[in-house]
């Protein structure tokens, strides 16, 4: 038994504090870069355009106005290539080398970056090939084939921003997650010097960290490099990239379901870039879900926008872990030195301290549990976090200026309780430099001088709907050059375009004229799906015209999108000009169930319908009955999908009719 009088001492020893200081007397950090997001690589934003007002332009403010929600600062597009690039293809500005052909209106990146603009003039662009037109690579599959051809090719597209929709781009990458060469990038910060871009940044190289050890091997490579970006770092740089005294760029990271521990994972790695590796930007792969759930990487946006038809979005935690730094920082702002205001918990978690050097102070503080922050990619190595109490002591220039610090706070929960989104609390009390704060398991506090951070909020948008059924489109009212509402293009590229026909009027065109030069292994035949994936029967039909010789499919229970869009399973049937036509279980026409005869014609609308129900399926040409057969009982559901039989311009849909599905 322990003595009254022994209990007395233990009761008065001082409670251990973790301690802190953040002083700026040695200096300060890296540059502050900002906080990103990415539309594209690919498709990702696709159903976000086809949102009516309101709402449209509610997730555009959650995503990129000032003081109101993720309040983004960088904004990063995929160049389009006109082909797979993960979640659907994207429209060239060139689908071939012919000047005449170049368009600056193709696709809704352009809009995207002009409303991002509209709501943060001081936003960042950054630009990013991930896939070519064939022509590009003169027929062959490297881009750099002729280094001048590609360069131009990117100068097009930057100028294009600027004399079409007065975008000034302010970063330019190389190619996303595969080889550069050094004469390219030597040549591109040529070719952009010499057309009045001295000012635009090259971020190289978009993937792993193999362009540090050139950088340190070539001056001439070292000047045209501004920022060295890589994906996926998992916190940790390479010791070269250190060396190299560039500044470092997760451009490109997260890539996480949005979900708590998607929000989780986010909030670690906007401190602990920082804090483990030296990284002075994070950019989300992607901005927005915003392309049908079962397409690949589910729900890995910052926030989920999938229903256009009935408006309903949801606004998750990943928006108010962007919000913890973005709303209480600027590009230019400066981070504390690691030990001096940027370093590990001692029981786990981070902090990380960044002034704009005219007396304002930022500290952002993450207790991100091990199991409750994983990230999609790498592993995580094992830690520990429990609850602790931090004491603060600021130094150095801010010591005596700051008395009290706004606090926001979000806490992240795994149970039947409701978490806590970026809400003010009462400000801190600092005295004579210092105050403490009890910190718990997945928090995250910001504790900052500046004053102008809300929490915008919107009334809670529609209740979520499936996919509309009936379902018709004549593709009449969309602008020449777009593409069709709630179409996910997966290979090849369908706009609308005008057919010059007083009856059609506009049609969706395949405009993309050869295989691309790909990104990842496209289908070799052009497809584009559309409606619910959990559809088990259905009945639709389209209306298509074939210019000169060739075949069009239209298809059911599509299993597979995005890269693996190759190996999609389902019912498809094929008609074509030479008189046949063939259903087939797959896309790459191998498993044929029926086959037949058929009277196509050439340069002539014609009518498909696809009718599936349970191991039924029936198909009609122009309203007569082409087949009625047993189909396999598996794939049970999918998608509806359109296509063509090879990459030509060749090929026209109009009339898009869904009468039965479920």
Not at 494 to 509: C, P, V
Not at 524 to 547: C, H, Q, Y
Request: charged residues 20%.
């Amino acid at each position: 038994m322990v003595p009254k009088w022994m209990w007395a001492i233990i009761f008065l020893l001082p409670v251990a504090l973790c301690a802190y200081t953040i002083d700026d007397s040695s200096g300060l950090g890296r540059t502050y870069d900002g906080i990103g997001g990415i539309s594209g690589g690919g498709a990702t934003s696709r159903l976000l355009v086809n949102y009516a007002e309101p709402y449209r332009s509610q997730i555009l403010d959650y995503l990129f106005k000032p003081n109101f929600g993720a309040s983004l600062q960088i904004f990063k597009v995929e160049i389009g290539g006109d082909a797979q690039s993960t979640d659907g293809t994207e429209s060239s500005h060139m689908h071939n080398s012919n000047p005449k052909d170049a368009n600056y209106d193709r696709g809704y990146e352009w809009w995207l970056m002009k409303e991002a603009k509209k709501r943060n003039p001081d936003i960042k662009l950054y630009g990013l090939p991930w896939a070519f037109p064939k022509w590009v690579g003169n027929g062959t599959n490297d881009p750099y084939h002729n280094p001048d051809v590609l360069a131009g090719y990117i100068l097009n597209w930057i100028k294009g921003a600027k004399s079409h929709h007065n975008l000034t781009i302010d970063y330019i990458g190389i190619w996303n997650e595969r080889t550069y060469t050094v004469e390219y990038i030597k040549l591109l910060r040529k070719v952009l010097d010499d057309n009045g871009f001295k000012d635009m940044q090259i971020v190289a190289a978009d993937g792993k960290f193999q362009i540090s050890g050139d950088i340190l091997k070539d001056s001439d490579l070292a000047k045209a490099v501004q920022y060295i970006g890589v994906h996926y770092p998992g916190t940790e740089v390479t010791q070269q990239t250190i060396q190299t005294g560039k500044p470092i760029w997760a451009s490109e990271d997260y890539s996480t379901n949005n979900n708590e521990v998607g929000g989780g994972c986010w909030a670690r790695i906007l401190n602990q870039n920082y804090v483990n590796g030296n990284m002075t930007s994070t950019i989300s792969w992607n901005l927005i879900a915003s392309y049908y759930d079962a397409l690949p990487y589910t729900r890995d946006g910052l926030m989920t926008a999938i229903e256009p038809w009935s408006g309903h979005y949801e606004v998750t935690s990943p928006i108010w872990g962007a919000a913890h730094t973005t709303q209480f920082t600027e590009i230019g702002w400066k981070y504390f030195k690691h030990g001096a205001g940027a370093a590990h918990l001692d029981k786990g978690g981070s902090y990380v301290s960044l002034t704009d050097g005219k007396g304002n102070l930022t500290i952002v503080i993450e207790t991100m549990s091990h199991d409750h922050s994983k990230c999609i990619r790498p592993g995580l190595p094992p830690y520990n976090v429990s609850a602790q109490t931090a004491s603060f002591t600021i130094k150095g220039s801010l010591a005596s200026k700051i008395t009290s610090l706004n606090v926001w706070y979000t806490k992240l929960t795994f149970d039947s309780s409701t978490p806590t989104y970026f809400e003010k609390k009462p400000a801190i009390k600092v005295s004579q430099g210092s105050f403490s704060l009890d910190l718990q398991l997945d928090e995250i506090y910001t504790l900052s001088t500046v004053t102008t951070a809300q929490k915008g909020s919107y009334p809670t948008s529609p209740a979520s709907a499936p996919f509309p059924v009936p379902y018709q489109d004549n593709f009449d009212n969309y602008p020449v050059f777009s593409e069709a509402s709630n179409f996910a293009d997966q290979a090849g590229v369908f706009e609308i375009r005008d057919t010059l026909d007083a009856q059609h009027k506009l049609a969706m065109q395949q405009v993309v004229p050869e295989y691309p030069l790909v990104w990842c292994s496209d289908a070799k035949v052009p497809v584009s799906m559309i409606g619910n994936f959990n559809w088990k029967d259905a009945t639709f039909s389209i209306d298509s015209m074939i210019e000169v010789n060739g075949g069009v499919f239209i298809a059911f229970r599509v299993t597979k999108g995005g890269c693996q869009t190759k190996n999609a399973e389902g019912v498809y049937f094929w008609v074509n000009t030479n008189g046949t036509f063939t259903v087939t279980s797959d896309i790459g026409h191998k498993d044929v169930i029926t086959k037949g005869m058929s009277s196509v014609p050439v340069a002539k609308w014609f009518t498909l319908k696809l009718q599936v129900e349970g191991t039924q399926a029936t198909g009609y040409l122009n309203g007569k009955q082409a087949f009625s057969t047993k189909i396999p009982a598996t794939p049970k559901n999918g998608f509806i999908a359109i296509g063509t039989t090879d990459f030509s311009t060749q090929y026209w849909f109009d009339n898009f009719s869904v009468t039965k599905a479920s």
